[in-house]
């Protein structure tokens, strides 16, 4: 493909190489393989359903843990506008109809004075019409008042980043989800030394917003919890932005230069590769509740923390010792059963391999990152979630996909699919350094062929998109991972504004 001036200079911004836009125009036009799985992941075959006495232990070796001054992060992806959220909101401010005429806009009408944002929705609906929220309501002016809430002229909702909602009241205030996830935080990721230490990924133009809201809030929340809070950001790199194509294949260009859209989440597994830290959790912005219904969250967030640094530490032990040389039978027989019933790996011919390649392979495995991740009862969330997926090598190990891996013609597929019983709420907690304390270097484990091409309507024109691994799926192909059961009362996400009048928001 000839590149004009235009491309190359884009390409050179983005710090986009020529390769990897061959790379990616060549995957627009093959498309990706769909995932080949054995079965899906389900309570005593591939996710760990834990006794009270062993949730017990492993919150009693987080707490062990924190006490020995392990180094802690929490990283909430925090990217783009909550547009989304408030979707039926701008369907209703920019359609014909003047008064809400369908269950969600007479919902979000009815109980209005439920939002932790109405008093200072209130206050600006005063300000721009002279009107309380009342008032207008009784005037019939309900477009009024969505577009006080949405549009820039007012509190701006339907374009300011969701970390930078309110989400919740509290006793004479309300919280912001940015808040929420600092004073969660604070509650089991405090080190010995009192830090917090939290991540958000934003996009740029949020990130001085993002600040200031850090350094108005910082004071208030530390002095509660009695921490010290620390605030890091960062963006989604340029360079993993991905090119768009025609419906042909051909590139999609406008302005006479080639055309780059967002690679979706599995862009941050590049944030999450610059990241220090022994422990780093991982959870969605949006999935966080107010203080008084946060003792599930927290309990769970301290299990799922304590199972990771008992497998790790085991880990590292064998490690240590395969590191030395090829150890004696009875030792391999034990490692490949912690591969096996702990990591659930399996390889139809581990069995029949000498010593040596045993011990080569074990290590091969265990020397890897590893995240554990709390998994939910499906009660009817569309979408993928776990299963026991072949890997390249021939190995089967847990894998979390999306159902659009899973190929639809396949019968025996999507059996599995609908025979799965659980989903990936996004709760993980991950260790990215080797047997030694040393990073890998994350984008190694990234499975390049689970990507997949979506169709995207770009002014009016019908594009084909290329959509990165995702961060949970795989961008973490490659990674040990422990699937462990959690309650269906740590997830709690706000995908639309009416959520926030869940009883878990309230």
């Given amino acids: 493909m ?16 020529q390769e990897k836009l061959a790379e990616e125009l060549q995957m627009l036009a093959d498309g990706f393989p769909y995932l080949a799985i054995e079965a899906p992941a389900t309570p005593g075959n591939g996710i760990s359903v834990l006794t009270p006495q062993m949730e017990e232990q492993a919150a009693g070796m987080w707490e062990e843990y924190l006490s020995k001054g392990g180094k802690v992060l929490k990283m909430v992806p925090a990217s783009g506008a909550a547009s989304r959220m408030f979707k039926d909101l701008f369907s209703f401010a920019n359609g014909k109809k003047d008064k809400p005429d369908n269950d969600f806009m007479k919902k979000f009408f009815d109980e209005i004075e439920e939002f932790a944002f109405f008093p200072e929705l209130n206050f600006v609906c005063l300000q721009l019409y002279g009107l309380s929220i009342a008032s207008l309501v009784k005037e019939k002016r309900y477009k009024d008042v969505v577009k006080a809430l949405i549009n820039k002229e007012g509190l701006n909702y339907g374009q300011l980043p969701k970390a930078l909602l309110r989400f919740h009241k509290v006793p004479g205030t309300s919280r912001t989800a940015i808040e929420e996830h600092m004073a969660e935080g604070a509650q089991y990721a405090a080190g010995k030394d009192g830090k917090v230490r939290v991540h958000f990924t934003v996009s740029e133009d949020h990130l001085p917003l993002v600040n200031m809201k850090f350094e108005e809030m910082k004071s208030r929340i530390e002095h509660i919890y009695g921490v010290e809070l620390e605030l890091s950001t960062s963006v989604q790199k340029p360079s993993t932005d991905t090119v768009a194509a025609n419906l042909d294949g051909t590139p999609y260009r406008e302005n006479g230069g080639l055309f780059f859209r967002p690679g979706g989440h599995g862009a941050l597994i590049e944030n999450l590769n610059d990241l220090d830290a022994d422990v780093i959790f991982i959870k969605n912005i949006d999935n966080v509740v107010p203080d008084a219904r946060r003792e599930d969250t927290l309990t769970y967030k301290r299990i799922i923390g304590g199972v990771l640094v008992g497998v790790k530490q085991k880990a590292n032990e064998y490690c240590e010792i395969l590191a030395k040389g090829t150890p004696d039978d009875e030792k391999l027989a034990e490692m490949l059963d912690f591969l096996r019933k702990v990591l659930c790996i399996t390889h139809d011919n581990a069995d029949s391999m000498n010593a040596d390649e045993k011990a080569a392979y074990i290590f091969g495995k265990l020397n890897r ?13 569309p979408g993928g979630g776990p299963f026991l997926a072949y890997n390249p090598d021939g190995t089967v190990s847990p894998q979390i996909l999306e159902s659009t891996q899973i190929d639809p013609k396949n019968k025996e597929a999507q059996k599995m699919l609908k025979e799965s019983t659980h989903f990936n709420p996004v709760d993980l907690v991950v260790s990215t350094k080797d047997y030694k304390g040393n990073k890998f270097n994350l984008p190694d484990f990234v499975d390049k062929a689970t990507g997949f091409i979506s169709q995207k309507s770009r002014e009016g024109v019908e594009i084909k998109a290329l959509e990165l691994p995702g961060l949970w ?19 709690n996400p706000v995908k639309t504004v009416n959520d926030l009048l869940r009883p878990a928001h309230q």
């Fill in 2 to 17: 000839e590149l004009n001036e235009k491309d190359l200079e884009i390409l050179e911004v983005k710090g986009i190489s």
């Fill in 369 to 381: 990152p590893f995240r554990v991740c709390g998994m939910v009862k499906n009660e009817g969330e």
């Fill in 473 to 491: 799926n795989g961008a973490m192909s490659d990674w040990n991972t422990v699937l462990v059961e959690v309650p269906v009362s740590t997830f």
